[in-house]
């Protein structure tokens, strides 16, 4: 088993129980997908939601974790909880309602999407999401687990 490496900086952010949680402190043993999104983006939710039809199949084969990172603000951060529960993800969802994670890891505008593997090293990047992306998206993943 390789060593869990360290993607996120140490920023605060929130569990979707509204926890505070130290960013770094999230680690996984195989390939991370980080997504940034927000309710307000139509091409974010598309793209969870694609993923989210593969999820567990990709789990078994890759030992893949997806995380999802919502840049909602305090105001809207409840359509977070609902829009997540509606559409049932099976991901870690987080919250950075102060953009200090964004910020942190140079995000400027959502979707954007982002491929680590085992060592912690970026190995992808996106910032747009169309249908049929995710197909791609997973054979990143698929190369990612295999590094």
């Known amino acids: 088993m390789a060593a869990q490496a360290q993607i ?7 569990t979707m129980g509204g926890e505070a949680l130290d960013a ?4 996984h043993d195989g390939p991370v997908v980080v997504s940034f999104w927000a309710t307000w983006c139509s091409p974010c939710k598309k793209e969870l939601d694609a993923l ?5 199949d990709l789990q078994d084969e890759t030992n893949v974790k997806v995380i999802a990172i919502s840049i909602d603000d ?6 977070v909880v609902n ?9 870690d969802v ?3 309602t102060n953009s200090d994670l964004r910020r942190a890891m140079g995000v400027n505008n959502v979707p954007h999407t982002m491929v680590y593997n085992s060592a ?9 999401y169309a249908p049929g992306d995710e197909y791609h998206l997973m054979e990143v993943i698929r190369e990612a687990a295999g590094e």
């Open 52 to 56: 989210n039809e593969y999820y567990y």
């Open 120 to 128: 912690g090293e970026l190995v992808y990047t996106s910032n747009k």
């Open 83 to 91: 829009t997540v529960n509606s559409q049932a993800w099976e991901y």
């Open 8 to 14: 996120f900086p140490e920023v605060q952010i929130k």
């Open 74 to 79: 305090p105001r809207t951060v409840q359509q």
């Open 94 to 96: 987080y919250l950075d």
């Open 24 to 27: 770094a402190t999230i680690s």
